[in-house]
């Protein structure tokens, strides 16, 4: 099982001083991005940048995203040309609107790792839903291709394209979170919630973060590494829940090793998912640094 | 001049023109054998026993009391930090007596002593003793302008050295923000209040002449807080104002909200954690960098957390300190030198926070300085090599631009000595393979930590042992190094002229462990 994305840090892609220390922010994930945190006069010099940076700097265990221009800009292919070859874990493809544009982003990305001699689907694509139409579309988006392994939501830009002003309750976009989150569940795919603008607002962020990640989002986006831990400390299970799922996994591991198809942990009937989310459940406290001692953890 | 190597194989010389003999560094604890003897400068009465005052009318003339001639030591303290206007007034005024080839004692030179290199190009000064050497000061040492060698001691090595008479001031012009007719003086109030007089009273009390100056002349008796007492001072100058306030009483520094520095703090916050120091009664010192700061943050959170109370804090004081004190997280803190304004308030109003002398803060040879009851002290360097050992001093490019300070003092004393700083700083490795300028040596160095990871001591194989159990990111140091040179290549040495030793860093034990060269 790969480690779970909680946090993915937006790294400005024309930022030389955090382009190379980013891995040391503690968030699971980074975002280099080339999209809206760039001028138009600076794009050129960010995809020269971030393309460097992927191939020459260690960036650890950190999984490494590019946000690249959208297909509706000049600057699209020439970013993809340019990313692809420094093989990012995923790339982002921004305003997603319907499979179409999935289709065409994968196209090329498959060209291109063909010409580089990169495996065939090595690259992630993270669809970022930003418009009303895209939400419509989420699920068939999040199918369009086997590329894509998570849907994103773009809160800010799906205000504006809606018409309607983001608050810090988020009424306004429950929708579209659950939307996103659905569609992204039944093709089996991450989810990761939109930004929290307001960074000196910790308390908030956590807020939010705990409603994400009880709607089922697998990770949220931070634009400041203070809002790292904060995102993390919304994802660390409780002691009783970790408890229990330890149990669950040892039962199963137990009832595999007999050959009992049917069991039950603390008199209740375990099956498959239960299971499957006591596995999660003891990875987000593994990593969240909890004891996670007699889950045997291979 | 004869050179050898001393333990760690650095240069040394054994005599220095100007300066007389010296013995090579020979490990931290080499003369802490007893056999070391203090020499105690004789104070003498010379105030006429009936004077009720002695404010003399002038600077000038206060000097020319005290029989200044060519050749004399004088001493300055460094409390006012970068408002000092006292320094400037005095030595003008020295030059306008035509008075040259002066010692220059001073406990530290900050940003607001680069008149200092002129006095050096004129003669006034032909000798520099200090802790700090920074600005004009520092490119005009390591240009090769002093004749002499600069000598850079501790705060702890300058109080060993005065009192042992290596510094024999014969005047001390203690800048004084509060002082009655009689020389009774505090840092306290007035508006050029400073905090601990830390510095000042070690010299008040060793000096053969004591001149205060003063922008805040007060009816005798000074009162409630004396922190050095009219039996010190032979005379009190009043000037129109000690220095710049804004300067001198700077805000207390806030706490840092860079992702780096943050990151480095939370390594070195787990590293204390993990060395289970952290428990009541426990004594602790940080400065006031925005690295040092972040550590006692995370301290803070996590006694609250425990409901832990420590023992003491020490050392150079910022606010923040002050505030765990007012918390009640500690039950003291020991003050030699404020850090910021915040702190002098809760001198004056705060029976647990207690001005200390230099001596008794970190003087090696006394009969127990604070810093010997140190648990943890976090330290920041300008680079660090293989050897653990510390630069503090010299910068990338060879120039003396630092403080020796209490860091060697510090880490000497501390259970665990912890080194903080970033992996490089502007593109330049902070990890080398050899620091140019040693101040603190290695084998009282416990972990240097950065954002990539802690590198523990080898010698230390207790605390390995403890990281490794609380699952720290333990590296060795040259994995760190090697790391932090694929991000920066390596740099071409800097060439200096090594016939020509332009400064000679003394270990707190007045050993020499390093000598500083003229740049080419």
């Known amino acids: ?298 | 001049m004869k050179m050898t190597t001393n333990s760690i194989g650095r240069k040394v010389p054994v005599s220095v023109p100007g300066w007389g003999k010296f013995s090579p560094y020979n490990g931290p604890a080499s003369r802490l054998d007893g056999q070391y003897q203090a020499t105690t400068a004789q104070i003498c009465s010379r105030v006429n026993p009936a004077s009720r005052d002695k404010v003399v009318p002038s600077l000038r003339e206060a000097i020319e009391n005290t029989g200044l001639s060519d050749g004399m030591t004088i001493s300055f303290h460094h409390h006012l930090r970068n408002g000092d206007a006292v320094l400037k007034l005095v030595m003008d005024t020295i030059e306008e007596m035509g008075i040259m080839d002066l010692t220059l004692a001073p406990s530290s030179l900050t940003d607001a002593h680069d008149c200092v290199a002129d006095y050096i190009r004129r003669g006034t000064v032909r000798r520099v003793s200090t802790s700090g050497v920074r600005g004009e000061v520092g490119k005009a040492i390591s240009s090769g302008e002093l004749e002499i060698p600069a000598i850079i001691r501790s705060h702890g090595g300058r109080a060993r050295a005065i009192e042992e008479g290596s510094i024999a001031i014969d005047v001390a012009f203690l800048a004084a923000p509060t002082c009655d007719q009689m020389g009774n003086l505090n840092g306290l109030t007035g508006k050029s209040a400073c905090g601990s007089l830390g510095y000042a009273i070690h010299d008040a009390r060793h000096a053969r002449y004591v001149i205060a100056v003063t922008d805040n002349l007060v009816q005798y008796p000074l009162h409630p807080f004396i922190s050095i007492p009219q039996v010190y001072v032979d005379h009190v100058v009043r000037v129109n104002s000690l220095g710049d306030p804004s300067k001198i009483a700077t805000g207390a520094a806030r706490l840092t909200k860079d992702p780096l520095q943050l990151r480095i703090a939370q390594n070195a916050f787990d590293l204390i954690k993990a060395s289970e120091l952290l428990a009541p009664g426990c004594s602790f010192q940080v400065g006031v960098g925005a690295i040092s700061i972040a550590v006692a943050s995370d301290v803070r959170e996590y006694m609250r957390e425990k409901g832990i109370r420590g023992g003491f804090c020490v050392g150079g004081i910022g606010g923040f300190m002050t505030s765990m004190l007012e918390e009640g997280l500690f039950e003291a803190l020991f003050d030699t030198q404020g850090f910021d304004a915040s702190v002098t308030d809760s001198l004056l109003k705060n029976p647990s926070h207690i001005e200390m002398d230099v001596s008794w803060y970190a003087n090696p040879f006394n009969k127990g300085c604070i810093v010997n009851n140190l648990d943890v002290v976090v330290l920041s360097a300008l680079d660090v090599d293989l050897d653990f050992n510390v630069n503090v001093l010299t910068g990338h490019d060879g120039i003396l631009r630092g403080a020796s300070g209490g860091h060697s003092d510090t880490a000497f004393g501390s259970s665990l000595c912890i080194i903080v700083l970033p992996s490089y700083r502007e593109g330049v490795p902070s990890i080398v393979d050899r620091v140019q300028t040693v101040v603190t040596p290695g084998e009282t160095v416990d972990a240097i930590v950065t954002e990539r990871g802690i590198a523990i001591n080898p010698r230390r194989e207790d605390l390995l042992l403890l990281g490794r159990k609380a699952g720290l990111p333990l590296r060795d140091i040259e994995g760190l190094k090697r790391e932090t040179e694929k991000v920066t290549g390596i740099p071409d040495p800097v060439e200096f002229d090594h016939d020509h030793p332009v400064a000679l860093v003394e270990y707190r034990d007045g050993t020499l462990i390093d000598t500083v060269y003229r740049i080419r």
């Open chain 1, 1 to 298: 099982m790969s480690n779970p994305m909680r946090s993915m840090l937006y790294i400005p892609g024309n930022n030389p001083g955090m382009i190379q220390q980013c891995s040391f922010y503690g968030a699971d994930s980074i975002l280099l991005d080339m999209e809206d945190a760039i001028a138009l006069s600076e794009k050129d010099a960010a995809r020269n940048l971030v393309s460097h940076a992927l191939r020459s700097l260690d960036f650890s265990d950190v999984y490494m995203t590019v946000r690249i221009n959208g297909a509706d800009t000049e600057f699209f292919e020439k970013d993809l040309e340019k990313i692809v070859p420094s093989k990012p874990d995923a790339i982002r493809l921004p305003k997603t609107q319907g499979m179409e544009d999935v289709k065409h982003a994968d196209e090329l990305i498959t060209l291109l790792e063909r010409e580089n001699g990169i495996l065939e689907g090595t690259i992630s694509l993270h669809a970022m839903l930003e418009t009303a139409k895209g939400i419509v579309n989420a699920f068939s988006i999040a199918t369009a291709s086997p590329r894509v392994r998570a849907l994103t939501l773009g809160g800010q830009d799906l205000a504006a394209d809606m018409g309607i002003r983001r608050t810090k309750e988020g009424t306004e976009i429950l929708y579209a979170r659950s939307a996103v989150v659905m569609a992204a569940k039944a093709a089996g795919i991450m989810a990761f919630d939109t930004v929290y603008i307001d960074i000196s607002d910790l308390e908030g962020l956590l807020q939010e973060s705990i409603m994400v990640a009880g709607l089922g989002f697998t990770g949220k986006a931070a634009i400041h590494p203070s809002q790292v831990p904060v995102i993390h400390q919304a994802y660390r299970p409780d002691e009783k829940d970790l408890r229990k799922a330890i149990r669950v996994v040892r039962a199963a591991r137990e009832a595999e090793s007999k050959g009992i198809g049917v069991y039950t942990v603390d008199g209740r009937m375990v099956d498959g998912p239960v299971v499957t989310q006591a596995h999660r459940v003891v990875e987000l406290a593994r990593i969240s640094g909890m004891d996670v001692e007699g889950a045997d953890l291979k």
